[in-house]
């Protein structure tokens, strides 16, 4: 009995390479130069590696990350599968304000928070140390939830 050979998605370009020549295979085909030219060892380093830089991109926006030089962007906890941000200026954070300073969240599911962070609370993170705070509460019935931050200088 003849053994059934396992097909990879290889295997398709193969046999649409094979095809005789029409509109989407045959030399009016508009493939990009650089496309047409790849093999298959490039298509599936490139392809691999967008597909590994896509949950690293995700893991690092967890921590505070420079969103332009007069800023650091913090993402919260994720609570009742939505998150909120929350930029700090990073003149806060260098030289901080001596009352503190209340920062309001980004506007998620129809709601936002407030975060409140203390002077000793920016000298904490203009330090590198790690500061976690919790939002103030959402009042929508039903769905009274907080948020957590954890600020850490990226």
């Known amino acids: 009995m003849a053994s059934r050979r396992e097909r990879s998605p290889l295997d398709v370009v193969d046999r649409v390479r094979r095809l005789p020549p029409g509109p989407c295979n045959g030399p009016e085909a508009r493939v990009p130069p650089v496309m047409g030219t790849m093999n298959r060892r490039e298509v599936l380093i490139r392809v691999g590696g967008i597909l590994l830089a896509i949950p690293a991109s995700r893991f690092l926006m967890a921590c505070g990350s420079d969103s332009g ?50 002077e000793a609370d920016f000298q904490t993170i203009g330090s590198g140390g790690t500061v976690t705070i919790t939002t103030s509460e959402d009042q929508t019935p039903g769905f009274v939830h907080t948020h957590t931050f954890l600020f850490k200088k990226g």
């Open 69 to 118: 030089a007069s800023s650091l962007h913090f993402t919260s906890s994720n609570d009742l599968n939505h998150t909120h941000t929350v930029d700090l200026a990073s003149a806060d954070v260098t030289t901080p304000p001596a009352g503190g300073r209340t920062e309001t969240t980004s506007n998620d599911d129809a709601h936002t928070h407030t975060v409140t962070l203390t």
